[in-house]
């Protein structure tokens, strides 16, 4: 009896985001100024695009156990490798775009190889990366601002990747996304051996998992979509400044937990990342729709995170009471 109450609070603990989601978008509606219909919604996506890519690409990570602390500024200086290429060095834009995605499968290979080689934990290693990746972008540019305006890239860039007339053509892009992160996770073996690592990495090496290698594969798959997310970052804001990068990780890190995966590893989805970029892009437009400026964001979204950990804790602890019970109930 005990096991089957338990397992229900375990499902009404998951339904909390979407929940969350819901009833945060019904409040600004409410009381924030043109928050309610199209325009609001466009906002919140567009807010959600390059957020959404890192967050999809550090869920990787997070399942196994790790933490990628480097995603905020390995998509700056992808995006400003990108600019330096055709802006410097003649390269034609969509050659050049290809090496933002380059540069941040670059970073993340990097980041694997020091956590499943080099055996560093994956918050020295991703520290470390970060500081190299934030100094590398402001040499390579030597410390120019880069531009992705029409005058850099042409009139197609931002109708292909931000927006296209009055519709959200970035939308369709995280979509995309997640849908392929998706089937990534929960249909092919990196997915099996992701959770599999995330819930005991040792039993899955004894089992034959060759966890070194596919963990330097999650890491470069992590890598991969800060670098798509530098490029909708150009898209979005046009100009990318040398040096900066740092707390853009933390809103894809918040997005993550507060969609429902555990920091400890084993667990987590796609749907629940999705579910948690869009609670941030939501806090962040309704906060805006209300008067409240950018810091008051940041200081909402510090409690909104401590309590999806505090729910994450409850729900490890009802988790856990299911797997004890479960043996009895059979018996």
């Known amino acids: 009896m005990q096991s089957t109450v338990t397992r229900k609070k375990l499902n009404m603990q998951k339904l909390l985001a979407p929940a969350a989601l819901v009833i945060l978008y019904v409040f600004f509606s409410i009381f924030g100024k043109n928050f309610f219909g199209y325009e609001g919604i466009k906002q919140i996506l567009q807010s959600s695009y390059y957020i959404g890519f890192m967050a999809f690409g550090v869920t990787f990570v997070i399942i196994t156990g790790g933490i990628d602390l480097s995603i905020g500024t390995v998509m700056m200086c992808s995006a400003i490798i990108g600019g330096t290429a055709f802006t410097n060095w003649g390269w034609p834009v969509p050659l050049a775009l290809v090496l933002v995605l380059v540069s941040g499968?670059?970073?993340?290979?990097?980041?694997g190889l020091m956590v499943a080689k080099a055996k560093l934990p994956p918050f020295i290693a991703t520290l470390g990366t970060m500081m190299v990746s934030q100094g590398f972008g402001s040499i390579i540019s030597n410390v120019r601002t880069m531009h992705y305006s029409p005058t850099y890239v042409g009139d197609w860039f931002r109708p292909v990747f931000y927006i296209s007339g009055n519709f959200p053509v970035g939308a369709i892009w995280l979509l995309g996304a997640f849908l392929v992160a998706a089937f990534v996770l929960n249909k092919t073996r990196l997915g099996r051996y992701n959770f599999a690592i995330g819930s005991n990495e040792e039993a899955a090496r004894l089992s034959?998992?060759?966890?070194?290698?596919?963990?330097?594969?999650?890491?470069?798959?992590?890598?991969?979509?800060?670098?798509?997310?530098g490029i909708f970052f150009g898209a979005a804001y046009t100009t990318i400044t040398p040096g900066k990068g740092?707390?853009?990780?933390?809103?894809?890190?918040a997005a993550v937990v507060i969609g429902g995966t555990s920091m400890s590893g084993g667990s987590g989805s796609m749907v629940g990342t999705l579910i948690g970029v869009l609670i941030m892009s939501t806090l962040k437009k309704g906060l805006s729709s209300v008067g409240l400026q950018a810091h008051w964001q940041t200081f909402f979204t510090g409690f909104v995170?401590?309590?999806?950990?505090?729910?994450?804790?409850?729900?490890?602890?009802?988790?856990?009471?299911?797997?004890?019970?479960?043996?009895?109930?059979?018996?």
């Open 305 to 331: 995170v401590i309590g999806a950990v505090l729910l994450d804790n409850a729900r490890n602890r009802a988790a856990n009471k299911v797997k004890i019970a479960a043996p009895a109930v059979k018996k």
């Open 105 to 111: 499968l670059f970073f993340g290979l990097c980041n």
């Open 246 to 253: 740092n707390g853009e990780e933390l809103n894809a890190i």
């Open 208 to 229: 034959g998992v060759k966890t070194d290698r596919w963990k330097i594969a999650i890491y470069a798959i992590c890598g991969l979509f800060a670098g798509f997310a």
